[in-house]
């Protein structure tokens, strides 16, 4: 199976995106810059009135690209959480060593969308009942992940899960991991807004292209306008 693998490569002022086989990212690995062990939790800065939320659910281009159009969310940074090295590289967290998931840390207006809401948006808009998978994308590093930053977050987080399960809308149990937040480490750049600016890639249309319109379907009245 070709694993989705894009990693940049300068040309001349500007920066491209290259896909790279199983193999050929195997051979990189050697070539990575290891990690410290992580020791302290990433401090994140919450403007005031305003909420934070951290989840993985498979590919962070894909979760990105869904919350950014929510209303009430003001900002989606994809990265790395969860995991016990300090600072990973997506090459590092490809290999499924380091203990991370590609995750989301998103910055909303509670005013305007509530905790719980995002969260059942959040579950409902990825397989929660796959474990460590999200489609072809396999490898913890695609868990189903809640990162709760509060005990009331965690205690939305149970509720949120229990409410979908009564619901029936998955025949498999939910799998979603619900842990307290202990760190997340940005994404590199070309990873950020990677379906908006790339929507012509492979992965982007035959994946990524389909997820959004369905949430869009789905949540019409909960769009950006």
């Known amino acids: 199976m070709v694993r989705r693998f ?6 001349g002022a500007g920066v491209i995106a290259i896909g790279m086989t199983a193999p050929a990212a195997q051979h990189r690995r050697s070539e990575v810059r290891k990690g410290s062990e992580a020791k302290v939790t990433t401090n ?10 951290t989840v ?19 900002s989606v940074m994809p990265g790395y959480a969860g995991g016990h ?25 509670p005013k305007a969308l509530s905790y719980g809401d995002l969260l059942r948006i959040f579950l409902t808009t990825h397989d929660p009942t796959t474990l460590n998978r999200q489609g072809a994308d396999v490898g913890t590093q695609y868990r189903s992940a809640i990162f709760t930053h509060s005990d009331a977050q965690a205690k939305a987080a149970r509720e949120a899960i ?3 399960t009564r619901e029936k809308l998955y025949k498999n149990p939910i799998v979603t991991e619900v842990k307290p937040f202990t760190n997340f480490y940005p994404a ?3 990873h950020r807004d990677y379906f908006a ?29």
Do not use: M
Request: glycine share 6%; with cysteine.
């Open 56 to 74: 993985a659910g498979g590919c962070f281009w894909c979760v990105e690209a869904i919350f950014e159009d929510l209303r009430g969310v003001e």
């Open 6 to 11: 894009i990693l940049p490569v300068a040309l």
């Open 85 to 109: 090295v300090a600072n990973p590289t997506y090459e590092q967290v490809c290999t499924g060593t380091t203990g991370h998931a590609e995750a989301i840390q998103i910055i909303f207006d």
């Open 188 to 190: 590199e750049e070309y």
């Open 162 to 164: 229990a409410e979908v």
């Open 44 to 53: 994140v800065q919450v403007p005031q009135g305003r909420e934070i939320a």
């Open 197 to 225: 600016r790339n929507p012509q890639q492979a992965y982007c249309r035959a994946v990524i292209a389909p997820k959004v319109a369905k949430f869009r379907a789905k949540y019409s009245d909960r769009l950006k306008r």
